[in-house]
């Protein structure tokens, strides 16, 4: 008896997620892909300039010892700013990815509701944050981080507003199904299986 009360004991306490909160690890993990396919294009896209520039000299350059070095240096000197844009980026996105759902899910649990003031309030104090962290002055950090703040608000108010609406019209679906229909595959299996063989 006692052993049984131990192990119940040990069972971590595991709170109910609310509906409409996204997974802060996927989220994160999508922003990293997303920072890294923008930095990648964007780098990819701005080094065509520097292309024309070594077909430039490898017009003028009669030696082909000359020109196959021109072509190689070009071609390192792509790949690591394509390779480092795609760094940067997703590692820029993936933090205010990871910042923003996670202040947002805090503010669900703390509040113990999901609306749209959660959503408001973590992309106004993300993009304050992340403005804070910018280089420059303290007066062009303090302009940031106000400019920040209200973008962040005006932007995420829409966007959340949407997103629980969404989650609303999803959620009357999914009370419209029949039981049998809801639930998942195996478990939905297991139970036909045991009506079968109690009949």
Request: hydrophobic residues 40%; charged residues 20%.
């Amino acid at each position: 008896m006692e052993a049984h009360e131990e192990s119940e004991e040990n069972v971590p306490y595991r709170t109910s997620k609310l509906a409409g909160t996204v997974n802060w690890g996927t989220a994160t993990i999508v922003g990293v892909f997303a920072g890294m396919l923008y930095g990648g294009t964007k780098e990819a896209s701005a080094s065509i300039s520097k292309d024309a520039e070594v077909t430039l000299k490898l017009g003028s350059t009669p030696d082909k010892r000359e020109q196959y070095r021109l072509m190689r240096d070009a071609m390192e000197k792509r790949f690591i700013r394509i390779t480092r844009g795609s760094i940067v980026g997703g590692v820029r996105l993936g933090m205010f990815t990871a910042a923003f759902y996670g202040l947002q899910n805090f503010l669900a649990e703390k509040r113990g509701v999901h609306d749209v003031y959660n959503v408001v309030g973590a992309g106004s104090a993300t993009a304050a944050t992340f403005g804070l962290i910018m280089p420059g002055s303290l007066a062009w950090r303090g302009r940031n981080v106000l400019l920040g703040s209200v973008l962040g608000a005006t932007v995420c108010f829409p966007l959340g507003w949407l997103h629980l609406k969404l989650v609303e019209k999803a959620n009357e679906e999914s009370v419209v199904l029949p039981e049998r229909n809801r639930k998942p595959g195996v478990g939905a299996a297991i139970e036909r299986l045991g009506g079968n063989t109690s009949d």
